[in-house]
């Protein structure tokens, strides 16, 4: 069994039965172990209401399983596909400003700034349950100082600086 802690207010993203992928910076690049979340307990901490999950891993030694085995103390990261019940918007957290406010592209190509209500906050990813709709292009880099109606360039991936700037049509 491996015991995990996260703030209680992400229990309504896992249940019962929810596969948990385990991970460490101790291991080899690219190793890891399956485990299956067997039980959510509250308990109270220094830091307020935390949930502590028991995963269970078959074969914790690794006898049987290649994987790395699992030791007493070792520090893990545990990540899992959570029981979403709503539809969210997956933004990189880099995309998000202070406030929690995006900016987003209108059809014109101006900035606007939106105000968003999180479901979720990561180092890497962020859901967004509410003030974005699908489809709507938000700006996740490149912004100095932007400012609300500011006329913007949409630059795609493959793009580079100086293609950025050809729209078809234009004479130069």
Do not use: C, H
Request: proline share 8%; net charge negative.
């Amino acid at each position: 069994m491996v015991r995990a802690s996260l703030p209680g207010e992400w229990t309504e993203w896992l249940e019962a039965g929810t596969t948990v992928t385990l991970t460490s910076r101790g291991w080899p690049e690219g190793a890891k172990r399956e485990g299956t979340l067997v039980s959510m307990l509250p308990s109270l901490e220094e830091n307020g209401l935390q949930a502590q999950l028991l995963i269970a891993v078959n074969d914790p030694l690794a006898l049987e399983t290649d994987g790395p085995a699992l030791r007493l103390g070792d520090v893990l990261r545990a990540s899992f596909q959570p029981a979403v019940q709503e539809q969210l918007i997956s933004l990189p957290s880099a995309a998000l400003r202070p406030g929690d406010v995006t900016w987003r592209v209108d059809e014109e190509n101006r900035l606007r700034r939106t105000p968003v209500t999180l479901a979720y906050r990561g180092e890497d990813d962020a859901l967004i349950r509410d003030g974005l709709e699908t489809g709507q292009q938000v700006v996740t880099a490149g912004l100095a100082q932007p400012r609300e109606g500011q006329l913007v360039r949409i630059r795609r991936p493959n793009d580079t600086p100086a293609q950025a700037g050809n729209e078809p049509g234009d004479e130069s």
